[in-house]
Each structure stands twice: as C-alpha cells, then as structure tokens.
C-alpha cells in the first residue's frame, strides 16, 4: 500500500523558516516526480513546488527564491525548505508522489498545517 508521511509543518512568525519532509512508501514502479501543493481557507489546491526524478524543478512564482525543493531518490523522501515565511504562505501543505504504474498516478499525503502569523 503505498503512503505518503509528511511532517515539519507548525506555526511560524513571519520572515521565519520551515522545513517539511515527505517520505514515501509501498511504492513499486517509479517515481517520475515528487512536490509540495498547498491549500489555504476558501481557495483552490495550488502547486508549491515540484521536482523531477531527474532532478528538474518548478516552482509557483511567490514562492521563488524563498522555497527549496530538494529530494533523497534512494530514500524516496522529498523536501522543501521554506524560508521568508509570509502570512500568505498559510496553508494545509500536502506531498504529492506521480508515479509510473503505467500511466502516471497520483498520491497523496495527509497534509500538514504551516501557520506564519504576526
């Protein structure tokens, strides 16, 4: 049965750091990429960051140049360093794993609740 198990969320003052950690597991075909979604009160899931199995990465423009996403593939664990938090960056976090099963197939960790406030 493959999971997901994020942790590292919190609350957090503004211009403060996180650092969440998604490990997956169960997982038996390839992971083809990991990332971070986040989903504030009242708005749509939206895609923080996400990084390849080859190591290419994308990020949401708000977040750039404050959030790092970084991945263990051996561990098929996933990171992402939050930096420069702001009070627009609360939100549930949830880790997201595409994997080849054929065709590529989502999953979907549990979430985590990161709060920045003043």
């Known amino acids: 049965q493959v999971q997901l198990v994020e942790s590292g969320g919190g609350l957090v003052q503004p211009g403060g750091s996180l650092r969440l950690s998604c490990a997956a597991s169960g997982i038996i075909f390839p992971i083809v990429a990991m990332g971070w979604y986040r989903q504030a009160p009242g708005k749509q899931r939206e895609l923080v960051a996400i990084i390849t199995s080859g190591g290419s990465t994308n990020y949401e423009d708000s977040v750039k140049g404050r959030f790092t996403i970084s991945r263990d593939g051996a561990k098929n664990t996933v990171y992402l360093e939050m930096k420069s938090l702001k009070p627009e960056d609360t939100a549930v976090y949830y880790c997201?794993?595409?994997?080849?099963?054929?065709?590529?197939?989502?999953?979907w960790g549990q979430g985590t609740q990161v709060t920045v406030f003043s």
């Open positions: 997201n794993g595409k994997v080849l099963a054929p065709g590529v197939r989502d999953y």
